[in-house]
C-alpha cells in the first residue's frame, strides 16, 4: 500500500525503490508485485513501453488479473487501443479475481469500479461511439465523485464532441 501512496504522489523514485526492496523477497507473489509496482511507477512518469516490459515480466512470473489490467492501462497511453480492449474485456470477465486481487482481507473493489473507465478510454481511442456511454456508465457507479480525479475526466470525455 506504500507503494500505491507513492505513485499517487508522484514519488516514482520512492515507488522504485519500495519494487526493489518488494523483490528481494522470497516467492512468485513478491516478484509478480514488485514488478507490477515498478510498471505503475514509470506509467505515472510516461514511461509506459518500459512499463510494457515490466508487466510482460510479471506476468512471466504469474499470469495475474492485475498484470491484465496494468497492460490494459499501459497500451492505452502508447495508443494500443485494440489491445487495451481486449485486455480489459478479459478482466471484466474475471472481476472477482480483481475484487481479492490483495487477498481475502484487503478487498479491491474498488479497483474493480474503475474497469469502465478504461474500457471507455480504449473505446474512445479507437474512436467507437459507445464510448460516451460507457463513462456515463462509470459515472453512475460515483454518483458523489466531487474530488475524483477519473472521474472529472470522465465527465470531459463523456461532454466533449464525436470524432476528436
Known amino acids: 500500500m506504500a507503494a500505491v501512496a507513492a505513485i499517487a504522489a508522484r514519488d516514482v523514485k520512492g515507488a522504485l525503490a519500495l519494487a526493489v526492496n518488494l523483490g528481494r523477497g522470497s516467492g512468485r507473489d513478491h516478484a509478480l508485485w514488485s514488478r507490477l509496482i515498478a510498471a505503475e511507477a514509470l506509467m505515472a512518469a510516461k514511461k509506459p513501453r518500459e512499463a510494457l516490459d515490466r508487466i510482460e515480466d510479471a506476468q512471466r512470473v504469474v ?5 491484465h489490467l496494468a497492460r490494459a492501462k499501459a497500451l492505452i497511453q502508447v495508443g494500443e487501443f485494440a489491445q487495451a480492449e481486449g485486455e480489459l474485456r478479459r478482466c471484466m470477465t474475471s472481476q472477482g479475481q480483481g475484487a481479492f486481487m490483495f487477498g481475502l482481507d484487503a478487498p479491491s473493489v ?3 469500479s474503475q474497469l469502465p473507465y478504461y474500457l471507455a478510454r480504449a473505446l474512445e481511442g ?3 461511439p459507445e ?3 460507457t463513462y456515463e456508465s462509470f459515472l453512475t457507479s460515483r454518483p458523489n465523485a466531487d ?3 477519473m472521474a472529472d475526466d ?3 470525455r463523456a ?3 464525436s470524432g476528436r
Open 159 to 161: 461532454r466533449a464532441p
Open 154 to 156: 470522465a465527465r470531459r
Open 147 to 149: 474530488h475524483d480525479p
Open 110 to 112: 474498488r479497483i474493480v
Open 63 to 67: 499470469d495475474s488479473w492485475p498484470g
Open 131 to 133: 464510448s460516451k456511454a
Open 126 to 128: 479507437q474512436g467507437r
